[in-house]
């Protein structure tokens, strides 16, 4: 997703959306089947021109779902985990049976709240 993420980057350092366009021709780079993985070689050939590696949300979904598999194997079921803006919700809170409330915020002044519950969002 790496055309997306720089794509979207840049538009809110601008402060400006990227047109249909502009967003259509970097979704043309995106996708696990232009990946061609050699094992043999232990390399990974980008297959799409303008293609690029994002893997920071990767991380970042893996350190959630290891906080949360720690979590529930003390018993703890009812958890809300914020990493670097990933967010991933356990059973909702006793107060709040439809959910977690997560307030979203965007570059461009608008916003939205979000219930979660056995869910996640980045």
Do not use: C, H
């Amino acid at each position: 997703v790496g055309p997306l993420s720089q794509l979207w980057r840049r538009a809110v350092r601008r402060g400006e959306f990227p047109s249909a366009a502009t967003r259509r021709q970097a979704r043309k780079a995106v996708g696990w089947r232009y990946v061609r993985l050699d094992s043999a070689q232990r390399s990974a050939t980008l297959l799409r021109p303008g293609m690029r590696f994002d893997l920071g949300g990767i991380g970042q979904g893996f350190a959630a779902e290891e906080a949360a598999r720690t979590l529930r194997s003390l018993g703890l079921t009812t958890f809300l985990i914020d990493i670097g803006g990933d967010v991933l919700a356990g059973n909702a809170p006793p107060d709040q049976p439809s959910g977690w409330r997560v307030a979203i915020d965007t570059a461009y002044g608008q916003g939205a709240t979000l219930l979660l519950k056995n869910a996640a969002v980045t």
